[in-house]
């Protein structure tokens, strides 16, 4: 079966680094992007690893290890409004599905 | 750019009726929509993939005859969800493929409604 793998929670304090893990196991693999998503809100874009290697977005950075099957999305100089759900997700290679990761509440304390 | 709307973004219905919601990419053309339910504190399950001027596919689980989706244009997909009933109740989410042309982020970005909340009394 195809799933992803992400820790459910993870708490943090202002201006401290997280990072968030995700290991997948899919039938075919197109990329790994990674998706932030408010309380009551749609899932918005973060960032988009299609080779091995880190990508840096201002204070988002991530990481893809293909070997590996694993990636991980590093939060630096957190906010209280970086607080929200992470969704990693794998895009099929067959398709265009995008299959999300179970998900990683952040909690960021003042 | 590349921004998706849905319509509407609440709606509570009686058990037994049917809801439509719509999917709108507003300044782009999407080929493709995605359907996607997510229930409180879960992850987002893909419903199903609806291509312009052709059948929807449907994930495995997913009745096509409940959740009725039409993409009629390369900016509109509707989900309609016939005979609505309280287990229906969730938060949909729409989202549309760029083809690359919008947004500037290549080819692999999904952009995602803002989401439509459905409460089936």
Known sequence: GQSLEQPSEVTAVEGAIVQINCTYQTSGFYGLSWYQQHD????????YNALDGLEETGRFSSFLSRSDSYGYLLLQELQMKDSASYFCAVRDSGTYKYIFGTGTRLKVLA | GAVVSQHPSRVICKSGTSVKIECRSLDFQATTMFWYRQFPKQSLMLMATSNEGSKATYEQGVEKDKFLINHASLTLSTLTVTSAHPEDSSFYICSAKSSG?????????????PGTRLTVL
Request: aromatic share 14%.
């Open chain 2, 101 to 113: 042309l919008a947004g500037g982020l290549g080819t692999d970005t999904q952009y995602f409604g």
């Open chain 1, 40 to 47: 009551g809100g749609a899932p918005t874009f973060l960032s």
